[in-house]
């Protein structure tokens, strides 16, 4: 089975030493084990609370206006729905979806408005919606959340339309972007989740502003959690040895008791452990 998660929280390397197995009888079920709490990790915080890969590589071979397929240098880490940015942002660049890949070959789901030659410089960007009002309309706004958390930020650009079919972008200047909460104002080992515009703009920002609702801003920089927090480890680890303390004993689900004789459940997370995965869970940001 292939593992969902983008995290590894819990590792077969980890739990086998918190358990104290030392043979590789059964590794093949213990790493099940820990990709499904992985998943479970994600599913119950709503973001990955780990480090995102960064994604580039460079075109293998020239890329015609048009093209149905783009060959790449390698396509290892690029999975459908992927942007990648096709050339640098200081020059001719655009951005496709991917639709499909078949080793290094990308089938984007909306061909190139450009050409480029081969060896282009191509990276992994990131695409965002804006906010929607009551009425189902998109505004102005100078907030946008970033849910996944942001460590770094090279390059920033906008639509100035109100839909996605745009290929009119503005790169917003360096000193006109900024990263929040500020580091001091985050909790420790937390990335920024907000990226804000100046409100008194460059006079070379020509779009100042995210507008509209659909794909109106792309990024490309450092996404995630610079660091996997040890306290989401620890419970990655405890939840996948009471899993597997419960396969052990035949799939009963009571594997023990503690020290005041209450039971513990296999697949049970503590109200601590919820509690704590709750502070890490995706909070619809809401902006006025």
């Given amino acids: 089975m292939t593992a969902t998660a983008i ?22 079920v213990l790493q099940s084990i820990c990709d499904q709490v992985n998943s ?30 783009i060959t790449i240098a390698s396509g290892t880490g690029v999975t459908a729905g992927d942007a990648l940015m096709l050339g640098p ?43 929607v009002d009551t009425a189902g309309y ?4 100078l907030i946008m959340p970033v849910q996944m958390g942001i460590i770094t930020l090279t390059s920033l650009e906008v ?52 507008a509209g609702y659909d794909a109106i801003a792309r990024a490309v920089g450092v996404f995630g959690w610079a660091a996997i927090p040890d306290e989401i480890v620890d419970i990655a680890l405890t939840t996948a040895t009471r899993a597997a303390n419960g396969r052990m004993a035949g799939q009963q689900d009571m594997v023990g008791s503690d020290t005041l ?3 513990v459940i296999s697949r049970y997370l503590s109200g601590r452990d919820r509690d704590t995965l709750e502070r890490y869970t995706s909070k619809t940001a809401l902006i006025v």
């Fill in 159 to 210: 639509a100035p339309t109100w839909n996605a079919a745009s290929t009119s972008w503005a790169l917003i200047p360096a000193q006109d972007r900024l990263l929040r909460p500020t580091p001091l104002d985050r909790e420790p080992g937390w990335p920024a989740t907000e990226i804000h515009l100046s409100p008194i703009p460059s006079a070379d920002n020509t779009y100042p502003y995210f």
């Fill in 261 to 263: 004789g209450r039971p």
């Fill in 89 to 131: 942002v200081s020059g001719t660049h655009e951005h496709v979806i991917v639709g499909a890949i078949s080793g290094a070959v990308v089938t984007p789901e909306t061909q190139p408005i450009n050409a480029y030659a081969s060896g282009t410089a191509i990276q992994r960007c990131h695409i965002f919606d804006g906010v």
């Fill in 40 to 69: 479970l990790i994600e599913g119950i915080t709503g973001r990955i609370v780990a480090p995102i890969p960064t994604f580039s590589t460079t075109a293998n071979g020239a890329i015609a206006a048009g093209a149905a397929t």
């Fill in 7 to 28: 995290g590894t929280y819990a590792t077969l390397t980890d739990l086998k030493a918190r358990m104290k197995i030392t043979d590789t009888t059964d590794d093949a």
């Fill in 138 to 141: 998109g505004r102005l706004t």
